[in-house]
């Protein structure tokens, strides 16, 4: 069974562009999050989709993230405009129910000059 | 708010050695505890899940204690190798299914 994937890998941007993350979770996982974690300190929640809907997006920054999951299968977090504090690396998991332990992906490392 | 830290931040042992890397957790009331391992450039690995109800957990050379009360785990590595060079993250679940991570501690086993 393939696991959580991530595209891209690595991403460089310079402040100010606009970045698409992808995350595809595990088949047949409903529920899918975001996390993100900044140099030097703790991965943080961002947000959590069941299905296509978001639950809870209380971690969100601000409003320039913008997450998707149409369909309820893959998912985007796009950066728009993106702002140096923005670099850091940001991981999807996804889990087949809310209690069950979540499977993370191997994340997307994005700076901002 | 749940905080969870982890000490030390960075260790560096030789090869053989048996290491204790230490979690602490200001909530009591959790649900799990998980301890996962990072390599550079890979997601987080899922080692050890302890339930609120257990003591500890063991797979291998590792085993990971929980004390609720004193809000406190521990993950031990027994003769540890260069392959568990790594950062080890702890995270608590409370409640809700969203895990509070602490910093990690990175991890050098040199031959």
């Known amino acids: 069974e393939a696991g959580v994937t991530q595209f891209p890998s690595h991403s460089v941007i310079e402040k100010g562009q606009t970045v698409t993350l992808r995350c595809d979770p595990i088949s047949g996982h409903d529920n899918l999050y975001w996390y993100r974690r900044v140099m030097g300190k703790e991965i943080k929640f961002l947000l959590h989709f069941v299905k296509e809907s978001k639950q809870d997006e209380s971690g969100m920054p601000n409003n320039r993230f913008l997450a998707e999951r149409t369909g309820g299968t893959y998912s985007t977090l796009k950066v728009q405009p993106a702002e140096l504090e923005d670099s850091g690396v940001y991981f999807c998991?996804?889990?087949?129910?809310?209690?069950?332990?979540?499977?993370f992906g191997p994340g997307t490392r994005l700076t901002v000059l | 708010k749940q905080e969870v830290t982890q000490i030390p931040a960075a260790l560096s042992v030789p090869e053989g050695e048996n290491l204790v890397l230490n979690c602490s957790f200001t909530d009591s009331a959790i649900y799990n505890l998980q301890w996962f391992r990072q390599d550079p450039g890979k997601g987080l690995t899922s080692l050890l899940l302890?339930?609120?109800?257990?003591r500890e957990q063991t797979s291998g050379r590792l085993n990971a204690s929980l004390d609720k009360s004193s809000g406190r785990s521990t993950l031990y590595i027994a003769a540890s190798q260069p392959g568990d060079s790594a950062t080890y993250l702890c995270a608590v679940r409370r409640g809700s299914y969203i895990p509070t991570f602490g910093r990690g501690t990175s991890l050098i086993v040199h031959p």
């Open positions: 998991a996804s889990s087949p129910r809310v209690v069950h332990e979540q499977f």
């Open positions: 302890i339930q609120s109800s257990q």
